[in-house]
């Protein structure tokens, strides 16, 4: 079995990484950015638009726990 010179060894494992990280940015770069999902609203009745009469604990905790893209868990 033929030994592996270090030097070699390391230079092939960082040629390696700088070429996945070089297809991982092209990758990136490549793709179109969504338009329109920067913005989320902060969690609470205080940040709605048009906030219920009533509010209690329950609606606190749900609203918080999910955000608006994201259906509950028990549906």
């Not at 338009?35 to 609606?59: C, F, L, N």
Request: with cysteine; aromatic share 8%.
């Amino acid at each position: 079995m033929r030994r592996t010179d270090p030097l070699s060894f390391c230079l092939g494992i960082a040629a390696g990484i700088g070429l996945k990280a070089a297809c991982d940015l092209f990758a990136a770069s490549s793709r179109p950015r969504p338009k329109g999902t920067h913005y989320v609203r902060a969690a609470g009745q205080s940040q709605m638009q048009a906030p219920p009469k009533e509010w209690d604990i329950v609606d606190e905790k749900s609203d918080e726990s999910f955000p608006a893209s994201d259906p509950p868990g028990n549906y």
